[in-house]
């Protein structure tokens, strides 16, 4: 149990960092009238934004993240020549243009949380596709594997992964959808360890059971979303 405390406290604590990090500059200076500031434009702002982030994720769905990469530089570029052909003043690009880009740059840091070093991937307000790590299973260094979908989804693919010994899958939807693809060999047994307004879907054929390599033990704990498992 201290164990499993320790590791949600982990898992937390860059959430919280970041969090504070992020309202401490905001709010440095003059506290009570950017906080009024911005609850005011958010008021106003919040269907366009919502709007932004679902088209944002929608493209995420089909197009690969680093394909974008050329593209925006060139759009960056062609903004900047934009702004001086047309005179903009420096005061927007210093109040308005250079926050936004590192809002920007931040929210491209924070969509991809986790990674195949620690076996963990969120995606939070956002879409995203993964593959796991080369070899999964007790006796590897992923022997615990942890997906979470929270207003977002994320497609894993586990078919290149070697199954080496059991291992255990965490899965968590939260008004989202976690899509998760197993070799068809691989048997898998499901645990729900609370599903409140959540579907759970298993397709995909079935060959023979390999049980000498291993099992997946899927834990699911979901709330208003979807969980899908395929076997390939």
Known sequence: MARTDRE???RASPWLGLCALALGSFAAGDT???VRAAVEWAHVWWPWLLLVLAVLNLVRSFVAVSSLIAPGVLAGIALVGLAHGHAVSGRVLV?????????LVG?????????????????????????GPGAIGERTRHPRLELRAVAGE??????????????????????????????RSWPVTVRTTGMVLTRVTDSGPRDAVDADSGGVGLHLLGLGGAVSLVRA
């Not at 109040?95 to 809002?103: F, G, I, Q, T």
């Not at 307000?125 to 993964?130: F, K, Q, V």
């Not at 968590?172 to 197993?182: K, M, P």
């Open 8 to 10: 949600r406290g982990r």
């Open 32 to 34: 009570l009238h950017r």
């Open 95 to 103: 109040n308005v243009v250079l926050p936004a880009s590192v809002a």
């Open 107 to 131: 929210v491209a840091m924070l969509l991809p949380f986790g990674g195949p070093e620690q076996g963990r991937w969120t995606r939070f307000l956002a879409t995203g596709r993964i593959h």
């Open 154 to 183: 994320i497609r894993a693919d586990l078919t290149g992964s070697a199954l080496d010994g059991d291992v255990t899958v965490h899965i968590t939807a939260v008004a989202g959808h976690v899509h998760l693809t197993v070799p």
